[in-house]
């Protein structure tokens, strides 16, 4: 479980709410239930119509991978790819085949497999880059829902104030209730805005650092691949994906020598989603 989110969110609840009662306020003056039906109800009703239905019901599952942490570590991959390349350079692309049920990532043994079948190296990039294009289109889909929802949210904040003030207008014959009247017409923008900062549009921008991180390893998988299949000595794959590494391991020699170094490269990367 990624619990950098729920701290995160936690902490910007707190920090709202604590605000608020260092301010002498009240949790009660923050809580409308017709500014809060209007505000989440409307932004769903507008993100429906911009994405569609059914990506709009897939939220449930999006909003759980923000929840998943999936370690991504590139030292390991480099590691295991030039073990792969040193097997490949005494037995031949045909002993890989051997290796392919132990790989847990579907990228990395489809296109080792696609090697050890005797496809052409360009057939094996093609493919392969095909593979991360619409992985980046479907996450895509995915992040966009939450940025549209992002940008509707304080929209909809203000359309309930407008509201809201409009029925303060029609009871000025009772000056005592104008006060709260007016208070609870601006809630529908605190919501708005709020659920925009606080959740939409950062989630969001979660799920795009997770697409970023997958579409990093999957390069990086790419690269040592076609460096298997076109023979290259192990030292030069090892070489070649270096640049996959963040500069200060590269510096300490983490891409080195040995099959040490993954728990460096970790402390550098975070999660990844799936």
């Known amino acids: 479980m990624d619990i950098g989110t729920i701290a995160g969110l936690g902490l910007a609840v707190c920090a709202i709410v604590g605000s608020t009662l260092m301010d002498g306020g009240s949790i009660n003056a923050l809580f409308s239930p017709s500014a809060l039906v209007l505000v989440i109800g409307g932004t769903v009703g507008v993100t ?3 994405n569609g239905l059914q990506p709009v019901l897939g939220l449930p599952k999006l909003l759980a991978q923000t929840l998943r942490s999936r370690a991504y570590d590139p030292q390991a991959t480099i590691d295991r790819l030039v073990q792969l390349a040193q097997k490949a350079r005494r037995e031949g692309l045909l002993s890989l085949e051997s290796e392919i049920a132990d790989i847990d990532d579907q990228f990395l ?12 190296i360009e057939a094996v990039r093609s493919v392969l880059e095909t593979d991360i294009a619409f992985m ?39 000056p005592g209730r104008l ?13 708005g805005i709020s659920t925009a900062n606080v959740f939409w549009l950062p989630i969001a921008s979660q799920l ?10 999957r390069a990086l998988c790419l690269e040592g691949i076609l460096s298997i299949q076109s023979g290259d000595n192990p030292s030069t794959v090892r070489d070649k994906l270096a640049v996959f590494l ?3 391991v590269v510096a300490k020699g983490g891409a080195g020598g ?13 999660g990844s989603g799936g």
């Open 246 to 248: 963040p500069p200060s």
């Open 48 to 50: 429906i119509i911009s």
């Open 109 to 120: 043994a489809r296109g080792l497999q696609m090697v050890v079948d005797g496809s052409d």
């Open 179 to 191: 006060g709260a009247a007016i208070a609870s017409a601006f809630l529908a923008t605190f919501y």
């Open 136 to 174: 980046e289109r479907r996450h895509s889909a995915g992040f966009t829902i939450f940025e549209t929802a992002g940008g509707y949210a304080p929209t909809m904040g203000i359309i309930g104030t407008v509201m809201g003030l409009i029925h303060v207008l029609t009871s000025l014959a009772d």
């Open 208 to 217: 795009k650092a997770k697409t970023q991180r997958e579409t990093d390893e």
């Open 258 to 270: 040995g099959e040490g170094g993954p728990g460096e490269a970790a402390a550098q990367a975070g």
